[in-house]
Structures are given as C-alpha cells and as structure tokens.
C-alpha cells in the first residue's frame, strides 16, 4: 500500500501544467528574456542552496513530515503564482518551487526503501526507481504535452489546475506512514 501511494504522489504531484509551462506563461504575462532568465536564476540558486539542508531534514524529521512539506511548498508555490502581481513576488513563487522539488529529492525514494526493508523486500527496491522514474517522465510529459492548454487557460487558471493536483498530493502524502528502521525513531 505505501509503495502505491508513493507511485500516487509521483503521478498526481508532477502533473503539474503551469509548471511544464512556466516559461511560455511569464512571456504571455509581459516578462522579458532577461527576467525569465532571472527567475529560472533564481530557480536554481534556491535549488543549490537546499538540496543538502532538505535531505539532513528528511532524516532528523522524518520521510514522511519532509514528503508532505514538499507538496504544501508545491501548492504554495502555485498559489502564490496566481496571486502574484510583478517581478519579486513571482521570485517568490519560483523559489517556493524549487523548494519543493528539493524537499522531495531522495525523500521519497528513502521512504520506499524504508518500507521496502521493513517488509523484508528491499531486493524490490529497483523496481520501485524504475518504475516511479517512469511515471514521474510519463506524468511530466504529459503535462508538458499540456502546454497549449494552459496557455489558452492562462497562467491563473493553469496554476489553479497546478494547486488542485497539489492539494491532492498533499492528502496522499499525508496518508503515508512513516518507517520506523534501525535507531531511527519517526511518529506519524
């Protein structure tokens, strides 16, 4: 059951059509080459910055805690796009989305080999990678395929769609269980 609902929250959390189509919606908003590149900039600072600190939190505070923070960081991340007005608050955003993605780098793959061990089945833990690797490009490209559409939607309506698909992740997310292995002492 937790492996399906790992495979859930891949599905439902990476479809994501504003997302796959974040750049077309800044130029549809009025931003400049420049400030795109800005904002995808900012992107990838924020990403640098995190993407040690969110794995330290995935083993002090738990797989689980750190998964669902992942995708109430997504659905703010797409809230704040809908809401934002100019260059600095829509920098926000993007930062919140990379956020996200770091939060969930590696927790998500730790809590399946967690589970998988506790099971007694850890030798099925390629499997799961191979198969949630294909998912996540599956579901990615499938939103990406979604481009025109949230272009036609334009980037509040897209984001909307973004946040639903994130709320759901997030209750997925929370219907997990934390894996207790070893020394490693998490609650629900």
Same mark, same amino acid.
């Given at each position: 059951?937790?492996?399906?609902?790992?495979?859930?929250?891949?599905?439902?959390?990476?479809?994501?059509?504003?997302?796959?189509?974040?750049?077309?919606?800044? $130029? *549809?908003?009025?931003? /400049? @080459?420049?400030?795109? &590149?800005?904002? +995808?900039?900012?992107?990838?600072?924020? %990403?640098?910055?995190?993407?040690?600190?969110?794995?330290?939190?995935?083993?002090?505070?738990?797989?689980?805690?750190?998964?669902?923070?992942?995708?109430?960081?997504?659905?703010?991340?797409?809230?704040?796009?809908?809401?934002?007005?100019?260059?600095?608050?829509?920098?926000?955003?993007?930062?919140?989305?990379?956020?996200?993605?770091?939060?969930?780098?590696?927790?998500?793959? $730790? *809590?399946?080999?967690? /589970? @998988?061990?506790?099971? &007694?089945?850890? +030798?099925?833990?390629?499997?799961?990678? %191979?198969?949630?690797?294909?998912?996540?490009?599956?579901?990615?490209?499938?939103?990406?395929?979604?481009?025109?559409?949230?272009?036609?939607?334009?980037?509040?309506?897209?984001?909307?769609?973004?946040?639903?698909?994130?709320?759901?992740?997030?209750?997925?997310?929370?219907?997990?269980?934390?894996?207790?292995?070893?020394?490693?002492?998490?609650?629900?």
């Amino acid at each position: 059951k937790q492996i399906n609902k790992l495979y859930m929250v891949t599905s439902v959390g990476y479809f994501q059509i504003a997302g796959a189509s974040w750049v077309a919606l800044l $130029a *549809l908003r009025g931003f /400049s @080459l420049l400030e795109i &590149g800005i904002l +995808e900039s900012i992107f990838h600072i924020v %990403s640098c910055c995190f993407e040690m600190p969110s794995g330290v939190m995935a083993d002090v505070f738990g797989r689980k805690k750190v998964l669902v923070m992942s995708q109430i960081t997504s659905l703010l991340s797409g809230i704040l796009m809908i809401l934002s007005t100019g260059f600095a608050t829509t920098a926000v955003a993007i930062g919140f989305s990379a956020l996200s993605y770091n939060l969930a780098s590696g927790t998500r793959e $730790a *809590l399946a080999y967690d /589970s @998988l061990k506790l099971a &007694g089945q850890e +030798e099925d833990y390629h499997k799961f990678a %191979s198969t949630e690797m294909m998912l996540y490009r599956i579901t990615n490209s499938t939103a990406t395929l979604c481009a025109g559409l949230a272009l036609w939607l334009g980037f509040q309506k897209a984001y909307a769609v973004d946040v639903v698909f994130s709320l759901t992740a997030v209750f997925i997310a929370c219907s997990l269980k934390e894996v207790t292995i070893g020394n490693r002492q998490h609650n629900e």
